[in-house]
């Protein structure tokens, strides 16, 4: 007859792989939270090679105008454009942050400085994708709200 294993035997070592997984779930949205802040930083410094740098080799980014914009040159060309034209003081505020292993997303909110002063706000989406020990990003979609009309 076979005996059976005492419940703690069985229920234990459930419990400790639990807390290690949402703990390791915890340290990637912790992580992506970084990336968000480290975008926002690059941003702020006006450097568009290391805005780029968060983004995967064959990103595709879709901007706020319906553009395309496929891999990692085309990011930092629409960055140095944006900066060029007069786009800063940019503030992201996270959302939503999910991790399914190798792979997340995150939705944020921004604001940013446009040209002439006027604040510009919208949200982004992104896919990442655990490459070595950093997210990157593999797709990003973003949106713009439309200005508040002038007061009458």
């Not at 595709?60 to 800063?88: I, K």
Request: with cysteine.
């Amino acid at each position: 007859m076979q005996r059976l294993k005492p419940i703690h035997a069985v229920i234990l070592p459930i419990l400790l792989a639990v807390p290690g997984v949402a703990l390791g779930q915890q340290q990637d949205v912790e992580a992506i939270e970084d990336r968000l802040g480290q975008y926002e930083a690059r941003f702020n410094a006006g450097d568009a090679e290391a805005v780029a740098e968060l983004f995967s080799d064959d990103v595709t980014y879709y901007d706020a105008l319906g553009q395309v914009h496929e891999g990692r040159d085309a990011v930092e060309q629409l960055c140095r454009g944006n900066f060029e034209a007069g786009f800063t003081d940019m503030t992201i505020d996270t959302v939503e942050i999910e991790v399914f292993g190798d792979t997340a997303y995150d939705i944020a909110r921004y604001t940013v400085s446009g040209p002439g002063g006027n604040q510009l706000e919208g949200h982004h989406l992104a896919i990442l994708a655990k490459e070595g020990d950093e997210w990157m990003v593999q797709r990003t979609l973003v949106n713009a709200l439309p200005p508040e009309p002038p007061a009458q």
